[in-house]
């Protein structure tokens, strides 16, 4: 017997999807079109973050060393300042090697050794980074405890701006994402009930025939599942091949743009979706089924 | 078959369809069910369904209690009773075939017995050659039969008929009556709420009549006469 009902279910499953492919398809498409604009949102936002990252990294703090401090003991400072919070890296940058690097930014075309008269003006410097740029400012007063510390300079005016350019991508991502997905989701919703809704009379003659619930619902869920199915696979190959071409434009035309091909994310994303897809499919569709079957 | 005892319907809008109704229908009768627009004809036949639930009584369809049924029970009950609508309610989408394959379908039985069965009662019916047809393109006539098909292919042992005849002309509606009485002689008990009162005038069987909600006449081989 429940063989029986399983070839019942198969048949009509596809008959039926087949019958309704108009709605079917429209539903596919409203599924498809919302759940490809919340994937690239999720796309954007996930680059932004990548951006914002990068900017993060970017920021430095140069500590400047006494000119009568030993090099011994200014190496020295380098065991206290990795005990700071919210320290990431340091480098030592002795004032030989400061004036090698500042000859190479010169050129050939003036003996930086030459024109100084054989002195070396520059400090001991230390270029430290920070876990994150709100413990910039932290170090920065630790730094300035420290007396053999001479000067600290670092891009209060940057940090500052990453810090707020940070805030808003993270939220207005967050804000943006979630309003496109509850967008989605409504739209998804109310396909699924007009879908329903057209077929109200169906369940509702089926009820008086004698339909057992489950019978009834079976076949609207393998829809939705299907529905589901095939509109966040569409979506997903939309996003896929927009994510390849977009980034190659970037990265090609846009080189400042410090962007990078995260696949794994990517993949990530993709595989929500289609989860999503089909969850909402699925259980839409039961849901606005049961709103009919009380009869 | 059917015992009504005490049974009053009252609807939210204050509006007493069946007022204190008792009466019983035993198995292998043919009862008409007459009375005005508005008398409680369709609140009495719908009740057997369960589709409307009785305010107070006691409503028994082959021994099982209406009142006590348990909501998942409901779809067994519908399956012992053959219901035919007024306006046929077929499923739009399928075929004249599809619509009463469905009703065997439902209880699980296997396509072959489901394809020799359905057969069988499009030819009983005298559809046979229309299998393929859809409803919208039958007439009114043909889509009650279809409709009568789909309620006696699982062979019930109650058939109630909510106005069958209605939307149907006099020629017509004699040949389908002509069915409901062969259905009938084959033990099958049959419950049909009319207007048409030339059919219960030519039929002279069991003729109950509602008035306000209330029995008030109960006759066995009577005629409609002047039923208000």
């Known amino acids: 017997m429940l063989s029986n009902y399983l070839k019942i279910f198969i048949r009509d499953g596809f008959k039926f999807l087949w019958r309704n492919k108009g709605v079917a398809f429209a539903s596919v498409v409203t599924l498809a079109v919302a759940l490809t604009i919340t994937g690239f949102t999720m796309v954007f936002v996930n680059s932004g ?76 410097q230390y270029i430290i980074k920070a876990t994150s740029p709100d413990m910039v400012e932290v170090i920065v007063t630790e730094l300035g405890r420290m007396e053999e510390i001479d000067n600290i300079v670092y891009g209060k005016e ?41 077929r109200a009379h169906e369940i509702r003659v089926m009820k008086f025939i004698g339909a057992t619930n489950w019978y009834i619902i079976f076949p609207f869920f393998i829809e939705g599942l299907i529905i589901g199915l095939l509109g966040s696979l569409v979506a997903a190959v939309i996003i896929f091949f927009g994510y390849q071409n977009l980034m190659e434009y970037v990265i ?24 999503g897809g089909v969850f909402i499919g699925a259980i839409g569709s039961l849901t606005a089924t049961r709103k009919h079957l009380k009869v | 078959m059917i015992q009504f005892f005490n049974v009053t319907k009252k609807y939210e809008n204050g509006n007493i369809a069946l007022k204190d109704v008792s009466v019983a229908i035993k198995k292998g009768e043919f009862v008409f069910l007459v009375g005005a627009s508005g008398a409680g004809k369709s609140t009495f036949t719908h009740m057997l369904i369960r589709e409307i639930v009785p305010s107070q009584g006691q409503i028994l369809v082959d021994g099982q209690s209406i009142i006590r049924m348990k909501n998942r029970h409901v779809p067994f009950l519908r399956r012992k009773v053959g219901f035919i609508f007024q306006d046929y309610q077929l499923l739009q989408d399928r075929t004249v075939f599809e619509n009463v394959a469905f009703a065997l379908e439902i209880v699980g039985l296997s ?115 002047n039923a208000q």
């Open chain 1, 49 to 124: 973050n990548q951006i914002v990252n990068h900017l993060q990294e970017q920021v430095e703090i140069n500590a400047y060393v006494k000119n009568d401090v030993t090099r011994v003991d200014a190496l020295n400072l380098a065991k206290e300042i990795e005990k700071m919070p919210g320290f990431e890296s340091l480098e030592f940058v002795s004032k030989e090697k400061g004036i090698l690097l500042l000859q190479e930014r010169f050129g050939t075309e003036m003996d930086l050794n030459e024109t100084l008269g054989g002195d070396n003006p520059l400090p001991d």
């Open chain 1, 158 to 198: 940057i940090v500052d701006n990453i810090l707020s350019f940070t805030f808003w991508a993270k939220n207005l991502g967050m804000f943006l994402i979630s309003g496109v997905m509850l967008a989605a989701l409504f739209l998804i919703m109310i396909t699924i009930r007009l879908t329903v809704y057209s």
């Open chain 1, 252 to 275: 090609l035309n846009i080189s400042f743009i410090p962007l990078e091909y995260d696949y794994q994310k990517l993949y990530y994303t993709l595989a929500g979706l289609i989860a």
């Open chain 2, 111 to 225: 396509p072959q017995d489901i394809r020799k069965k359905v057969t069988m009662v499009i030819d009983l019916v005298g559809l046979t050659g229309h299998e393929k047809s859809y409803p919208e393109q039958l007439s009114g006539g043909e889509q009650q039969r279809v409709a009568i098909a789909r309620a006696i292919v699982n062979n019930p042992p109650l058939i109630v008929a909510d106005e069958p005849t209605g939307n149907l002309d006099p020629e017509t509606s004699l040949e389908i009556m002509k069915i409901f009485n062969s259905i009938n002689k084959w033990g099958t008990t049959v419950l049909m709420a009319t207007h048409d009162k030339e059919m219960v005038n030519r039929m002279r069987k069991r003729v109950i009549q509602l008035s306000f909600g209330e029995i008030i006449r109960d006759e066995e081989k009577g005629g409609y006469y």
